[in-house]
């Protein structure tokens, strides 16, 4: 049965027994004839997954009460293949499954409130849903959300009521009073927590450490592995020779005076096998040659790789050896996992990627700019982008990356077999226990590895009496997720001048207001707490500026301005003749009375609207805020120099110079610019009374 048969009558559910996922395009290899059908009891939605992290995924409508179970088979029909309602986006495979667990939750709630012969949902009264709400609030009292989402999923019974027919809700429960909860929160908000800074610092240092110092140890314990678990018996080894070449390897460990390598208290006879290149019961029959060698130089808890540790913490090993067996703390299983763990922090934190975009790189996915001297200026990472796509299979996409990234990037290459194709596969070391069906891990194994290397670096800091654990405010461990990553970034570039424009192409948003949702809203506080924190900052600045007596020696246009209200804040500032450099004080202070001058490399702006020349004050569409980023510093009346300003202006003088002494020579065009922009510098610097440093 093709698709075009049923897309001629897509209405209903009309045929005899469909096929439930034909509105879906299906995974390479799927085959619509191999899906569930609308009869069945168990819709499997596999072939559907077009996300190669996401997990496999049914809709089992045995968990149901049967006499919900006809209404809700055609609602999720609808969702899955019919057309939505006018206004209404086609949900996702995972938006699918998840308003299921909501419909479940609802009717198993509701089953037990009816008596048993009223089985049609289009019967629900509004005092049923008012009593589910209730239920809602106190079943989840905390977790404002999860009540949103449960409620999202009744309401589908109304949103959907074209496709539902007989069983469809007759009333909009939006319009039921406390259905829908006030907000004190903008809309548009993302509400999805970041990382504190006291967390990522830690996390991010010893992710790079990984990547950088701890990754060569761990791939060549890999690369061991790997070639030890390619030997195979040659039909020419005769079982005689074992006895022999096993000796001579005992008579080796115990010249040396090194344990045998173990398993659960005895010599480990996969290990040695592996060795020897044979199987493993040819190693069984010499037990006793074991048994004698290990009376003498005992039996470690695990087997070992052979190489020696390279990479170096505080001046010794990072680990004292690598275990091959996978219930050590320091295997190789373990170690990789880690270091997988390690490159999706440093990748996913550093391109603003999000899970489905960083899971589907592949293996030579880095392009590299070069200068014309072979320097490389610019990394770009491709990969396929799902979110706001029109393609439901996902587009291809490109991020502006950094060489840290690029680091990152190769060391996965080198992790996974040269076979694999996706850089986040799932790895094969480990106990030989049955493997996820995704070509690559789904968001619960790496947020798994993401808190295991937490564990394993906490552990590590707690053995050396290091202090740079992963660890909160209160010093508890810190639970990852891979939704916090991108969260972060947004936080840290829009605190950026400019950084929501930066940050709106770095993350595909559509719209500068839509970066800004993602990063927080001024609504729900985010412009708000950064303006505090740089209030507090320039806070700082003045503090020290007034302490040292350097608001007196202020030059430019607004100097005088500038030491008049760095007098009058210091005043303010003052308590009981003493300054307060207590945050919280100078924070009330900063709200009341922040004198509005702002540091920055080459000049101090000391703002002033009326005269500001820089474009967004001179519109006044801020809230009042210079736009350093359309400064004019060399004509405008707000700017005021000191001592640093004027060393920067120092330097880039220097820096001209420099460039104009160069050989070969510049371009004459070049060179007339370059001469012009130090004539200019020169020009200020003197009209401001400040001395020039000779060329």
């Not at 959907?160 to 908000?189: C, I, K, N, V, Y």
């Not at 090194?258 to 290149?277: E, N, V």
């Not at 004198?595 to 490399?601: L, R, T």
Request: proline fraction near 5%; hydrophobic fraction near 35%.
């Amino acid at each position: 049965m093709s698709i075009a048969t049923f897309a001629s009558n897509p209405t209903a559910v009309t045929l005899k027994d469909p096929y439930v996922l034909h509105g879906r395009p299906l995974r390479p290899g799927a085959r619509l004839e191999d899906t569930s059908r609308y009869s069945h009891d168990v819709w499997h939605l596999a072939p559907a997954r077009l996300k190669i992290h996401e997990y496999s995924m049914i809709l089992n409508f045995l968990s149901l009460p049967q006499r919900f179970r006809p209404a809700v088979k055609q609602l999720f029909y609808a969702l899955l293949s019919l057309k939505p309602p006018d206004g209404e986006p086609s949900p996702t495979i995972a938006t699918i499954r998840g308003m299921f667990t909501e419909m479940r939750r609802f009717l198993m709630w509701l089953d037990k409130r009816w008596p048993p012969e009223r089985n049609e949902l289009s019967v629900l009264s509004s005092s049923d849903l008012e009593d589910y709400g209730k239920h809602l609030l106190a079943r989840f009292p905390s977790n404002r959300s999860q009540r949103e989402s449960s409620r999202g999923g009744v309401r589908l019974l109304w949103r959907w009521r074209l496709q539902m027919g007989e069983h469809a809700l007759r009333f909009e429960p939006l319009h039921l009073d406390g259905w829908r909860e006030s907000s004190s929160t903008g809309r548009g908000e993302n509400k999805t927590d970041r990382l504190p800074e006291e967390v990522l610092g830690p996390l991010l240092v010893w992710a790079l450490r990984f990547i950088d110092d701890f990754a060569p140890d761990i791939l060549e314990a890999d690369r061991e592995w790997r070639e030890s678990r390619e030997k195979r018996v040659g039909r020419y080894l005769e079982r005689s020779a074992v006895g022999s070449r096993l000796q001579a390897i005992l008579d080796e460990y115990v010249a040396a005076g090194r344990p045998l390598p173990g398993w659960r208290g005895q010599p480990s006879l996969t290990h040695f096998s592996r060795l020897l290149g044979c199987r493993h019961d040819n190693v069984r029959p010499h037990h006793a040659a074991l048994a004698a060698a290990a009376a003498v130089v005992g039996v470690t808890e695990g087997a070992f790789l052979d190489g020696s540790v390279q990479g170096r913490l505080d001046g010794e090993p990072w680990v004292d050896s690598i275990a091959t067996n996978h219930e050590s703390a320091n295997s190789l299983a373990r170690l990789s996992r880690i270091l997988h763990a390690s490159c999706y922090v440093v990748i996913a934190f550093l391109s603003g990627m999000r899970e489905s975009e960083v899971k589907h790189i592949k293996r030579d996915c880095i392009e590299i700019k070069y200068d014309e001297d072979g320097r490389p200026y610019r990394w770009k990472l491709s990969s396929l982008a799902f979110k706001g796509e029109d393609e439901v299979e996902g587009v291809p996409a490109t991020w502006t990356v950094c060489a840290t990234v690029v680091r990152a990037v190769e060391v996965l290459e080198k992790l996974q077999p040269k076979t694999c194709e996706y850089l986040f596969a799932g790895l094969l070391h480990g106990n030989g226990a049955k493997k996820s069906s995704n070509e690559v891990e789904g968001n619960r194994a790496t947020n798994t590895h993401l808190n295991d290397l937490v564990a394993f670096v906490n552990q590590l800091c707690a053995d050396r009496g290091r202090s740079d654990i992963i660890a909160d405010s209160v010093g508890q461990p810190f639970k990852l997720k891979t939704s916090y990553f991108r969260r972060t970034l947004a936080w840290f570039i829009a605190r950026r001048p400019g950084g929501v424009i930066a940050g709106a192409l770095q993350y595909r948003h559509r719209s500068i207001r839509m970066f800004e949702g993602y990063a927080g809203t001024s609504d729900s506080g985010f412009r708000a707490e950064v303006e505090s924190e740089q209030a507090i900052a320039r806070g700082e600045v003045y503090m020290e500026m007034i302490e040292a007596h350097q608001h007196l020696n202020l030059a430019g246009p607004s100097a005088e301005e500038a030491t008049r209200r760095l007098t009058d804040f210091g005043d303010r500032a003052q308590f009981q003749g003493q300054v307060a450099l207590d945050k919280h004080r100078l924070r009330r202070i900063m709200k009341r009375n922040d004198p509005a001058i702002y540091p920055g490399e080459y000049i101090t702006c000391v703002n002033d609207p009326a005269k500001a020349l820089c474009e967004k004050a001179r519109r006044g569409n801020s809230e009042g805020l210079p736009a350093h980023g359309g400064c004019l510093p060399l004509a405008c009346r707000n700017v005021t120099l000191t001592p640093e300003n004027v060393g920067a202006w120092q330097r880039e003088i220097a820096r001209i110079d420099k460039r104009l002494g160069s050989r070969p020579t510049l371009a004459p065009r070049l060179k007339q610019l370059h001469q012009s922009r130090r004539a200019e510098v020169v020009a200020f610097l003197v009209a401001n009374g400040q001395e020039v440093i000779p060329a």
